[in-house]
């Protein structure tokens, strides 16, 4: 295999603007998962520019069924990595579902999801929304518009369901923190019980990506959060419209990470940093020039064997605009980031949210002090193999060296209220007092015993 590398080297220049210095790596030889979302592009463009090849991987990139089975083959082997929901390797690393010691080396990107309702819904919720000079609904919507829809609902004997993608995805946690923040309860987890429904208003079930559209259609759901391409889906179908994106719940928020399994990265680790340097290079693509090659990203994206969905389709968020109503497209230039903002470093106050998440909605059902948040983020977030990576890929002239957070501690600054849609401010360092700040939640020794909060 090497001396295939060897000879193909001429092919991959021609490719890639500059070449990169390859690591003896020990396994060239790669198949990784995905999911059929635009915030699986890094993987995608990562392959299609060579710029695994540049690094002397033979890699195969194969979409997967659902994120089940995509954890599933990275723990068993079957997939050497995955493009993976930020809460699938933290709950794995817990013991939270599927146990297994899951890391990640690289954000993929930051915002890029949608809630979306029912036109039913969206008609029900309309009166209730504050609109512009010329009309349009004023952005964003809070969840108070829905309240009063929920409420009827629930007071004819209609439950309200919601789809979200899985029981850790960020879907799940942005779905719960907006409805919150409007005062709808999306129901509480406890050991016995992992519907996530206890004493909720709004009932959240999961509901594969490719599959949110048709569900809601079929009028089994009212509304669902999911990435791109599957809320402008709705809006090209005209069967519902997305009421607000996660960049106007929180601005610039984690989404996906690459997962690996720890034994990988340690028996793989010139592997692993090659991996990381592909994944890098993929990324600052992306994002270059205001976005320049957004268009050459999602001709590649709409092929079959990536996400498959129409050009216009994809198109209609990955270039800088977001469409809410049939019509009604805004400038949201930062709806996909994959490089800005340090998108791809994986900070640890990143990791800290989810666990914070985890803990507000009873997945984690015992309360847990500060430094058990910090050990759970160092286990699985590793930003000094990303810096390891990314020092190599400046000394080769393939990356600047500005671009980089090289004397982070792994936290970010404090996200400030007036970035989050219910006005209150984030501090990753500390959890327990950002979990007492919220409203609606588990806090301090709360636990969920039976259908009651006790503590």
Same mark, same amino acid.
Not at 4 to 16: D, P, Q, R
Not at 84 to 97: F, H, N, S
Not at 205 to 223: F, R
């Given at each position: 295999?090497?001396?295939?590398?060897?000879?193909?080297?001429?092919?991959?220049?021609? #490719?890639? $603007?500059?070449?990169?210095?390859?690591?003896?790596?020990?396994?060239?030889?790669?198949?990784?998962?995905?999911?059929?979302?635009?915030? #699986?592009?890094?993987?995608?463009?990562?392959?299609?520019?060579?710029?695994?090849?540049?690094?002397?991987?033979?890699?195969?990139?194969?979409?997967?069924?659902?994120?089940?089975?995509?954890?599933?083959?990275?723990?068993?082997?079957?997939?050497?990595?995955?493009?993976?929901?930020?809460?699938? @390797?933290?709950?794995?690393?817990?013991?939270?579902?599927?146990?297994?010691?899951?890391?990640?080396?690289?954000?993929?990107?930051?915002?890029?999801?949608?809630?979306?309702?029912?036109?039913?819904?969206?008609?029900?919720?309309? $009166?209730?929304?504050?609109?512009?000079?010329?009309?349009?609904?004023?952005?964003?919507?809070?969840?108070?518009?829905?309240?009063?829809?929920?409420?009827?609902?629930?007071?004819?004997?209609?439950?309200?369901?919601?789809?979200?993608?899985?029981?850790?995805?960020?879907?799940?946690?942005?779905?719960?923190?907006?409805?919150?923040?409007?005062?709808?309860?999306?129901?509480?987890?406890?050991?016995?019980?992992?519907?996530?429904?206890?004493?909720?208003?709004?009932?959240?079930?999961?509901?594969?990506?490719?599959?949110?559209?048709?569900?809601?259609?079929?009028?089994?759901?009212?509304?669902?959060?999911?990435?791109?391409?599957?809320?402008?889906?709705?809006?090209?179908?005209?069967?519902?419209?997305?009421?607000?994106?996660?960049?106007?719940?929180?601005?610039?928020?984690?989404?996906?990470?690459?997962?690996?399994?720890?034994?990988?990265?340690?028996?793989?680790?010139?592997?692993?940093?090659?991996?990381?340097?592909?994944?890098?290079?993929?990324?600052?693509?992306?994002?270059?020039?205001?976005?320049?090659?957004?268009?050459?990203?999602?001709?590649?994206?709409?092929?079959?064997?990536?996400?498959?969905?129409?050009?216009?389709?994809?198109?209609?968020?990955?270039?800088?605009?977001?469409?809410?109503?049939?019509?009604?497209?805004?400038?949201?230039?930062?709806?996909?980031?994959?490089?800005?903002?340090?998108?791809?470093?994986?900070?640890?106050?990143?990791?800290?949210?989810?666990?914070?998440?985890?803990?507000?909605?009873?997945?984690?059902?015992?309360?847990?002090?500060?430094? +058990?948040?910090?050990?759970?983020?160092? #286990?699985?977030?590793?930003?000094?193999?990303?810096?390891?990576?990314?020092?190599?890929?400046?000394?080769?002239?393939?990356?600047?060296?500005?671009?980089? @957070? +090289?004397?982070?501690?792994?936290?970010?600054?404090?996200?400030?209220?007036?970035?989050?849609?219910?006005?209150?401010?984030?501090?990753?360092?500390?959890?327990?007092?950002?979990?007492?700040?919220?409203?609606?939640?588990?806090?301090?020794?709360?636990?969920?015993?039976?259908?009651?909060?006790?503590?």
């Amino acid at each position: 295999m090497k001396k295939i590398v060897a000879a193909l080297l001429t092919t991959s220049a021609m #490719m890639s $603007p500059a070449m990169a210095e390859m690591l003896p790596v020990e396994k060239d030889e790669l198949k990784f998962g995905f999911i059929k979302l635009t915030d #699986m592009a890094p993987l995608a463009v990562a392959y299609e520019r060579g710029y695994f090849f540049d690094e002397g991987l033979f890699v195969t990139l194969e979409a997967q069924a659902n994120w089940k089975v995509l954890l599933d083959g990275v723990i068993s082997g079957t997939l050497d990595g995955a493009h993976m929901l930020a809460g699938q @390797p933290l709950a794995a690393t817990i013991g939270y579902g599927t146990e297994a010691h899951i890391v990640t080396p690289f954000s993929m990107d930051l915002n890029g999801n949608g809630i979306t309702v029912s036109n039913e819904v969206w008609e029900q919720m309309k $009166p209730n929304i504050p609109k512009m000079d010329d009309g349009r609904p004023q952005h964003p919507i809070s969840a108070a518009a829905l309240k009063p829809v929920v409420d009827e609902y629930n007071g004819s004997g209609r439950p309200f369901n919601m789809g979200m993608v899985f029981p850790v995805s960020t879907h799940n946690y942005e779905l719960r923190y907006w409805l919150a923040a409007g005062g709808i309860h999306p129901g509480f987890y406890s050991p016995e019980d992992v519907s996530g429904q206890i004493n909720a208003d709004a009932f959240l079930s999961v509901t594969p990506p490719p599959q949110m559209p048709a569900t809601l259609e079929a009028g089994t759901i009212y509304g669902y959060c999911v990435g791109e391409p599957w809320n402008q889906q709705a809006v090209f179908k005209g069967i519902g419209v997305p009421v607000i994106t996660d960049y106007q719940i929180w601005k610039n928020n984690p989404e996906k990470v690459f997962g690996m399994t720890k034994e990988f990265t340690d028996e793989y680790p010139n592997t692993t940093l090659a991996i990381t340097k592909a994944l890098i290079r993929a990324a600052i693509w992306l994002d270059e020039n205001d976005n320049a090659n957004r268009p050459e990203a999602v001709e590649i994206l709409s092929r079959p064997n990536y996400v498959g969905a129409d050009y216009d389709v994809i198109a209609n968020s990955m270039t800088g605009t977001f469409e809410f109503e049939k019509g009604d497209k805004r400038e949201i230039p930062d709806f996909n980031v994959f490089f800005r903002y340090n998108a791809t470093y994986p900070f640890y106050s990143d990791a800290v949210w989810y666990l914070t998440q985890m803990r507000r909605w009873g997945q984690i059902a015992e309360a847990k002090p500060d430094s +058990w948040y910090d050990e759970v983020a160092k #286990m699985v977030y590793k930003p000094e193999i990303y810096l390891e990576a990314a020092r190599l890929l400046v000394d080769e002239g393939l990356a600047n060296e500005a671009d980089f @957070p +090289w004397d982070s501690n792994g936290y970010k600054d404090p996200t400030p209220a007036g970035d989050i849609i219910d006005g209150i401010a984030y501090d990753g360092t500390q959890p327990n007092a950002y979990l007492e700040s919220l409203e609606i939640g588990l806090k301090g020794e709360q636990k969920v015993v039976g259908s009651e909060v006790q503590g």
